[in-house]
């Protein structure tokens, strides 16, 4: 199909902070003809009839009476987000455009996040890593070239049975090692 016969989409820029993301823009471009609001704006009579969608990328660009008013054969707003509350769609229906979007498509993504989340927050991994990086001196007040590498052999000596003094209890090395391991591995 050549250009001139595929449907006009209205964007409002391709790539940028707030454009289509390049990538996409690509994909569109196979099945479309891409029209940005500064062409559009740019010349009005000529792009007004030829546009038939909307493709409302991060609630841009806004859908307002006016620009409704300006496209005639406007037939649908396809909105590229979860929701539409940013879309008057009394104002928009009563125009005849329809209005679509994606309600499922971050669903997975979603449930993956909150998962993660509520088992870093019983496992207390964000505690584990920052004690990871920050070391033990940040969570006990011990003064850090207890655990740090050191050449002189009797502060060695001496850290390794303050160490073992403190944490025979605790297993320290065994948490801090599970600890760092879970958070590689769920990054």
């Not at 029209?35 to 009579?45: C, R």
């Not at 993504?109 to 584990?128: K, N, P």
């Amino acid at each position: 199909m050549a250009e001139e016969e595929l449907p006009a989409v209205l964007i409002l820029d391709i790539g940028g902070t707030h454009g289509v993301l390049e990538d996409l823009a690509a994909l569109l471009k196979k099945y479309f003809h891409l029209i940005t609001v500064k062409e559009f704006l740019g010349n009005k009579e000529e792009m007004r009839k030829k546009i038939q969608s909307v493709f409302v990328f991060e609630c841009r660009p806004t859908i307002d009476r006016e620009l409704l008013e300006s496209l005639p054969n406007l037939k649908v707003i396809a909105n590229s987000g979860v929701g539409v509350d940013h879309l008057d769609l009394k104002m928009i229906s009563s125009f005849g455009v329809k209005v679509t979007n994606t309600p499922h498509a971050v669903a997975d993504s979603t449930a993956d996040i909150g998962m993660a989340l509520m088992l870093a927050s019983a496992r207390r991994l964000v505690e584990g890593n920052v004690l990871n990086f920050l070391g033990p001196s940040y969570f006990f007040g011990i003064p850090c070239f207890f655990f740090c590498d050191r050449d002189d052999l009797s502060e060695s000596i001496f850290g390794m049975l303050l160490q073992g003094k403190i944490f025979r209890g605790l297993n320290f090395q065994r948490h801090l090692l599970l600890l760092s391991h879970v958070f590689l591995v769920t990054r």
